[in-house]
């Protein structure tokens, strides 16, 4: 770009030791809502990574020997000074990302502050073993430490969200971190990074470098000096996080994609079902990981349930992120739009039927929008359960619902994907319920809701959904070493 062109551009720098510093070279992030370029992402690699990694390692004796009180009190400072910039981060994560303001407004920059919030007390709560054996004249008891500088990953469907999320644990616990935002979304990252002074965070307690995962996520992944890594993003990101850590025995928190499914039985509450299960599917875009993509529905009220469903769908407004009135944004970028609009059109070739949506529906954009990289929300009946489009993650506004028999076959076809992360079952029977939220591999079973969460407790998937757990219990016990003592008396 021309000097004229940049200096209208928001240019980010890393945030190292407590100083922003510039980077010798900078990576393009685009509005997703025009298509234009409106920022400019340093592209950080094996230089910038070891400077973070240094900064954190100086920080770590004195932020772990200060007490949870304390690191407590930091916590909730920073979550006050989020929260009092609350318009400015919602509005700076929707213009990044693509989403609606109301969802950045009432979800994403929220939940940021929770996270601070939740962690900042939780850490004050947790209490260790201890057992005592009187004929050996023994007790033992547990203590935890913290274990040193955490190398955090995060993606860029619910940027501040799921940084945070991360954050959050690893400081109260003690630890220092590096943390690396996606590329596509670096903006709220960097303008937290504005607040940890004032909110009585050490330099170098959080860095964070911006970049890419080949680049600056490699490196990060690959330093000696980083024992832990928590990472949330595709399987196949963390397939190679699992082969670069592996010779440095690093201890890996890996959340990952979903294929999740909505098992919806005959006695169904319809009037609750349809809405939730419509913004289960199309929420966010449907770029959330807990989306569900496979909605099975029961026989006797498939094809009123469908008609229903496909009416409340169309009702959701497609456009402008900014405008308040509007409920699906634009998608992250072009090359993804591109790999949702295809897995649509692999469905129609192998004879789906497209209810409504792409290539359907007429798509009727703003001036301003046209550019940019928008798509209705899609409803695809009739798919084959072997398909791509019923197998694979499509993080997009797109939701395949197809008909099921018994209990036991729509248990089995649920299971029938290499994914486990969230199911929904809806049903008005209390024994079905529990019944079937046993028999699915599924880290998380919602049952007639969607998204409630308490981050008391675990998070995580199973299968190719993930390894580890995050929640009050599980992010202390991985953000900590525990130690056992026995003492002969």
């Not at 609606?100 to 920059?109: C, G, K, M, P, S």
């Not at 619910?158 to 999320?165: A, E, Q």
């Not at 969607?450 to 675990?458: E, H, I, K, M, S």
Request: aromatic share 8%.
């Amino acid at each position: 770009p021309t000097m004229a062109h940049s200096k209208a551009l928001l240019v980010l720098e890393n945030f190292i030791g407590g100083k922003f510093v510039p980077c010798s070279s900078y990576i393009d992030s685009y509005n997703p809502s025009t298509g234009d370029v409106y920022c400019r992402v340093p592209d950080s690699g094996k230089e910038e990574v070891e400077a973070a990694v240094k900064a954190a390692k100086d920080a770590f004796p004195f932020w772990s020997s200060k007490s949870p009180l304390e690191r407590s009190q930091i916590l909730n400072k920073l979550a006050d000074l989020i929260e009092h910039d609350l318009e400015a981060f919602a509005q700076a994560e929707s213009k990044d990302q693509g989403k609606t303001i109301t969802f950045a407004r009432t979800v994403d920059i929220p939940r940021a502050v929770h996270n601070f919030r939740f962690f900042a007390s939780s850490i004050l709560h947790h209490i260790t073993e201890c057992t005592e054996m009187p004929t050996m004249g023994c007790v033992h008891y547990t203590s935890r430490a913290s274990v040193g500088v955490a190398g955090l990953i995060s993606p860029w469907n619910l940027p501040l969200y799921l940084l945070t999320w991360k954050i959050a644990p690893a400081i109260a616990c003690g630890n220092t971190v590096v943390a690396k935002p996606s590329e596509m979304t670096s903006v709220t990252a960097w303008m937290m990074c504005k607040l940890l002074e004032k909110a009585g965070v050490p330099p170098g307690v959080v860095n964070v470098v911006f970049g890419t995962g080949a680049k600056a996520g490699e490196a990060l992944v690959c330093h000696p000096d980083v024992p832990l890594i928590s990472f949330t993003g595709s399987t196949l990101t963390a397939q190679r996080i699992t082969e670069k850590s592996a010779p440095h025995c690093k201890r890996l928190s890996l959340e990952l994609g979903g294929k999740n499914p909505a098992i919806i039985f005959d006695d169904a509450d319809l009037s609750q079902c349809i809405p939730t299960t419509v913004r289960s599917s199309f929420a966010n875009q449907g770029e959330i990981c807990l989306c569900t993509s496979r909605i099975f529905v029961q026989r006797g009220i498939y094809s009123q349930f469908l008609k229903r469903f496909v009416a409340e769908t169309k009702k959701w407004k497609t456009g402008n992120p900014s405008d308040p009135t509007i409920d699906v944004g634009a998608l992250i970028s072009k090359e993804h739009l591109e790999k949702v609009r295809n897995y649509v059109k692999k469905a129609q070739a192998e004879g789906a039927r497209v209810l409504c949506g792409e290539g359907v529906d007429p798509l009727a954009l703003p001036p301003g929008n046209q550019k940019g990289y928008f798509m209705l929300p899609t409803v695809i009946a009739e798919v084959k359960d072997e398909s791509c489009c019923m197998q694979e993650e499509i993080f997009g506004p797109v939701t395949c619902v197809v008909a099921f028999d018994t209990e036991e076959e729509v248990i089995r076809r649920a299971n029938g994907v290499k994914y486990g992360l969230a199911a929904t079952v809806w049903s008005s029977n209390v024994g079905r319920v529990h019944r079937v939220a046993h028999r699915l591999q599924s880290g998380l079973v919602w049952t007639n809701c969607w998204l409630v969460r308490d981050l008391n407790l675990p998070f995580g998937g199973m299968k190719a959904s993930g390894i580890g757990r995050e929640g009050a219990k599980d992010s202390y016990e991985f953000f900590t070493e525990v130690k056992t003592i026995t003492i002969k008396h």
